[in-house]
């Protein structure tokens, strides 16, 4: 895809490709008139007619999020049958970049990092949108080093498209779900591939690895593996909140996005003077002791605010959203 360098592409030139996956090449782009820069994610999709509008609408509904954490979405087109999403430019690259697969991150770098996301997802939620794509290489670094969280829809947009393998979702399926594969994903989807995210900061590995099948399987049917068997240095009580997170049934997991990151921010709080020193604690806002984790590792209202969240309202959030 890089033949396009120098190609303008509805208002902008394309000056070089900031990263190229499974569904998609971005480039950053130039604003002919105005001088602006942007991301421009061109997608690597052929719709049928009747898709056509289907991406216009989801992009009407991604460009309407506004948020510190989130990318904005500036406009979309499709051109020469290649549709495109127009971006605000996070110039600080990827956490993936960052942080290369295998980087085992400090504790209060991931529990900082979780409450960014976190926020945006709450938000997006509160929107009633479904990001459905969760991982690293969608959380971008802005130009004041917040995290910004990308891609919202694309998910939803590849499995629309008539020229998707099922290889091309295998990265994707490392951080999904289990309700996605039975089709039902909810906001509670979004928690999970987090709480993978998660696990894999802290333990430089994924909870499950192998093919499209077997991550479908594991995700399915396997209790991810013990987070201090791969990092004996997680306490127990961080090791509880991410295992909630991780929890197979969306209703035993956190009643929020929010309130995963508070839980993982008081075990940080809890962990922090007998594992980091003071100089390798990141500040952070007192959060209190009001999360009411029982001996299970889930909040005390987490039933309530699961089962309005996720129980049998999951494949409605799905249909309601992108």
């Known amino acids: 895809m890089s033949q396009r360098i120098g190609q303008q592409l509805g208002t902008y030139r ?29 997608l690597h999709l052929s719709f049928a007619p009747e898709d056509s509008e289907a991406f216009r609408k989801e992009a009407q509904l991604i460009a309407r999020l506004e948020h510190p954490h989130i990318v904005r979405v500036l406009d979309y087109d499709v051109q020469a049958g290649t549709p495109f999403l127009v971006m605000s430019f996070a110039s600080g690259g990827t956490l993936r970049t960052i942080h290369p697969r295998g980087t085992v991150l400090p504790l209060p770098t991931v529990v900082d990092y979780v409450a960014q996301v976190a926020e945006a997802l709450q938000y997006a939620h509160e929107q009633h949108v479904i990001h459905r794509d969760i991982k690293p290489e969608n959380l971008l670094v802005g130009a004041h080093h917040e995290v910004v969280l990308s891609d919202f829809g694309i998910a939803v947009l590849a499995q629309r498209s008539r020229s998707v393998s099922t290889q091309d979702v295998v990265g994707t399926a490392a951080y999904m779900a289990p309700e996605q594969f039975r089709g039902k994903p909810c906001f509670a989807s979004d928690q999970y591939a987090l709480a993978v995210v998660v696990y894999e900061w802290l333990a430089g590995e994924r909870p499950f690895a192998g093919s499209f099948v077997e991550l479908a399987s594991q995700h399915l049917l396997t209790p991810p593996p013990a987070l201090r068997e ?32 508070r839980a993982l921010t008081a075990a940080n709080q809890a962990d922090a003077p007998t594992i980091f020193s003071s100089s390798q604690r990141h500040p952070s806002r007192r959060t209190g002791d009001h999360y009411g984790l029982h001996p299970g590792g889930c909040s005390a209202d987490r039933g309530r605010f699961a089962r309005r969240l996720c129980g049998s309202t999951c494949h409605d959030q799905a249909s309601s959203s992108i």
């Open 14 to 42: 394309l000056l070089r490709v900031l990263g190229e996956g499974g569904f998609a090449t971005v480039y950053l782009g130039e604003h002919i008139h105005l001088g602006t820069l942007a991301a421009l994610k061109l």
């Open 230 to 261: 791969k990092h004996p240095g997680v306490s127990l009580e961080v090791e509880r909140v991410v295992l909630t997170a991780l929890a197979k049934e969306p209703v035993q997991r956190f009643g929020s996005a929010r309130d995963f990151a």
